[in-house]
Nanobody, 120 residues
């Protein structure tokens, strides 16, 4: 089992910056990759950025050049961050942290999400 808790959401004006964090605990050694997804009102959940265990990073086109995903470690915890710069109103969404385990069949673990609201 993997537990994920997001933090750092809030309200920000367009053009500003915000950093989201996710703390992963539990069977973290089993996690193959982690990522950030978001879901805007009335829309499907979509990829923002992912990072593999080996450090390979992938961004959605909407995030390239503006968002940065990073990861650091503490005893029994992995922290996943999303630095959001030059935010736009269309970045308004609930942001979810994902931890995926691939061994023995894929299992996805999600946090409860953190709301980001970008105003004009």
């Amino acid at each position: 089992q993997v537990q994920l808790v997001e933090s750092g959401g809030g309200s920000v004006q367009a053009g500003g910056s915000l950093t989201l964090s996710c703390a992963a605990s539990g069977n973290i050694i089993s996690i193959s990759f982690m990522g950030w997804y978001r879901q805007a009102p009335g829309k499907q959940r979509e990829l923002v950025a992912t990072i593999t265990r080996g450090g390979n990073i992938d961004y959605a086109d909407s995030a390239k050049g503006r968002f940065t995903i990073s990861r650091d470690y503490a005893p029994n915890t992995v922290y996943l961050h999303l630095q959001m710069n030059s935010v736009k109103p269309e970045d308004t969404a609930v942001y979810y942290c994902l931890g995926s385990v691939l061994s023995g069949g894929r299992r996805d673990y999600w946090g409860k999400g953190t709301l980001v609201t970008v105003s004009f």
